[in-house]
Every structure is written in structure tokens, then in C-alpha cells.
């Protein structure tokens, strides 16, 4: 039925926001036989640990509800051995059936209709329908120049006068690649305590500028970093998604969700994916070396191009985006269109994966482009 159309009969009504909000609707169907360079998912799939835990599940793990505490310690296990300078403990660690997950329930435990949400545009697209769900008003400011550059003095001068309840910043952000110095993003949250800045990290492990080595959650408790197992370790059909900050902000977030929403294969499969860090590591250092490999490509050969953080790149065809990208997928290769994307309207995203596949991808596309 369409939205339009008047209900038959008296159907209760959902809440104002909801009839009124956009849904995120992603591209999902159908991937499973092509090189998917379209969602910035890891390209080659999980340690084979991970695959040996979910062989080996016991029944046990299917008939009982889930328990989380043991991975809540593994998670800041694994975080501090990073090297960070105020280790975490396991209730500064929040843990949800994917980052998205997560988001939502951020929006759920914090705003309200007309609280302000501050963010940037272009960037990841499921932050609007969060926002719009609460009834929030959306300042999106744009990035800068021709690199794509994070828009500093705005996003300073907007916190000064809109005084936003959140400010989302996607460190690299997703589809510009722009980086944001850890540096700054404290000093933005030092700066305006009653704002609860929100660092998406997901991207982070690919040349981005991470606050968690910096952070002292006790004296900055308005931050909270997300991170996620889909985009390195190779989880994103299971959803497993992480918040970490202040333990009393982590409850909050965590109040809004039920009590059993990761399911036991996902928290499994993290504890195994964790155990294989070398592996993770690995699976980056591949995607730096491809990334490398691919910006010379697209340099020498002058195609119109922007990459810098992130396990992607946006790409300007000179035929039209939309016939390129059908060619691609002929060939087998899906990218991601950014159609109706302010100010990167024309490009393709295309995801990083291995240098073979890199390799399988330019191919394709200067097939294409050339012909
Ligand atoms: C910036 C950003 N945040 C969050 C997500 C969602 O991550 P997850 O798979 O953990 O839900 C994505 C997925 O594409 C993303 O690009």
C-alpha cells in the first residue's frame, strides 16, 4: 500500500516522526556471486578460526540465551593491547548486533524532537534516519574544497551557537575518505561538555587518526568511539558492533536495547576473530599495499580520483557513473553509486579489498572507460 493512500480501516497510527522519516535502504540483494566492492565489507572473508568456533558450536549455545561478560573483557583485552594510554575496563565497553545497532540506540538514550544532531555531509547514511525517528533537527555541514576537507571553523562556530545534544563524526569518513586529527575531535568535546560527540571509527585501522590511544574517558566522558568486526575481521553477516567510553554513557546506551539482541554465533565468532589479531593485521596491511597500488594506477593514468583514509575510494568516470557502473557489474563487479550524495554526485565508491581484486577491478574499468 502506498504511504498515500488512506488505511481501510482505522489502523492505529505510528508516531509522527516515523511516517514522516526516510528508511535507509541499502543495496543487499543478490551480491553473493560478484567481487563486492560496493559496502566497504572486508573482501575475503574471516579467520578460519572463526569458522572452525562456529562449526564446533555446541547445542548448548542454540538452546541457552547468550552471555556477554567474557566478551566484554576479550574486546578490552584486545583494545589494550594496543598500546592505549588509560586502559579500558570491560564496563566502558558496550556490545550490539552491529554498529548500526548502536547508532540507533545513541539516538534512542539521548535525543529527543528538536535536539540538534551536528554532522557533515556527505557522509554515512544511516545517521539521518536515526535522527529523524527522534523528531532531531539535522545541521550537516559540507566538507571543504577539493580534498574533501573536514569543515573545522564550522562545526566550531555551529556547536558555539546550536549547542547540538549530538555531534557525529565519521573518522575516516564514509565516502570521503576525510580524516580528522584525534587531537582536534578531544579538544571539540573538551570544549563543549554538553554535547555527546560520537567518533564512528569504523575505518579507522586504514589510515585513520583513532582518539582511543589519547582518551581518558573519566575526564571526557561526552565522547563515545564505535567500532565494528564487519569492515577488517570479516563479520559483517553476523552484526557485532562495539561502543566504548564513559561506563555510566555505556549504560545508558545499552538501557535502550533488550537484553539478548547479539546472538550467540555472533559473540562466538567475535571471541574467535579477536584470538587471530595477526590475521586482522594481515588483511590491513594487504588493503594499504592495494590502496598503494591502485592510487598509482589511478594517478599515471590521470583518471579523476579522491582517496585518503578508509578501504575506498571515490572514482569520476568520463562515460556516465551510472553506465559504468552497469558494465562493472557485467563483469561481475559491483561498486557503489553515489547518486544524490551532495557534492560527489557523479562518482562511484569503490571498496579496497586485495591487490588481486584491485587488479580484477581496473581491469574492468578501463575496459570500460576506454572504449
Ligand atoms: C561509517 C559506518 N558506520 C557504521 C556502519 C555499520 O557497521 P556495522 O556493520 O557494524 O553495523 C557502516 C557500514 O557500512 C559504516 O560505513
Redesign the pocket.
Known sequence: MESSEKPPFNLPQPRSEVEEMKPYKAPLEGRRNHLRLD??ENTIGPSPLVLEALKNIDSNEISIYPEYNGLQNAVKNNLNNTGIKHPLNPDQIGIFN??????NAIFHAYAQRDDQLLTTTP??G?YTPCAQMQGMRIVALPYEGKNFQFPLNKIREALKMGKPKLLLL?NP??PTGSVISADVILKLSEDNPNTLVVV?E??ESFDGDSVLPKINFNSTPNLVI?R????TAGL?GL???FTIGNSRVIDYIKRVTGPYDINSFAVKAAFAALKDQAYIDDYKAEVLRARDWIKDELISNRVEHHIAGGNYFLIWPKRESDEIEACLKNDGILVRNMRGKPLIEKSLRVSIGTQTQMQQFWDSYMKHECK
Request: proline content about 0%.
Open positions: 559496502f566497504n552491529g554498529v548500526d545497532a548502536a547508532i557522509t554515512f544511516y565519521c569518513n564514509n564512528d569504523l575505518y564505535l565494528s568486526l564487519s569492515k559483517a552484526r557485532i558492533g
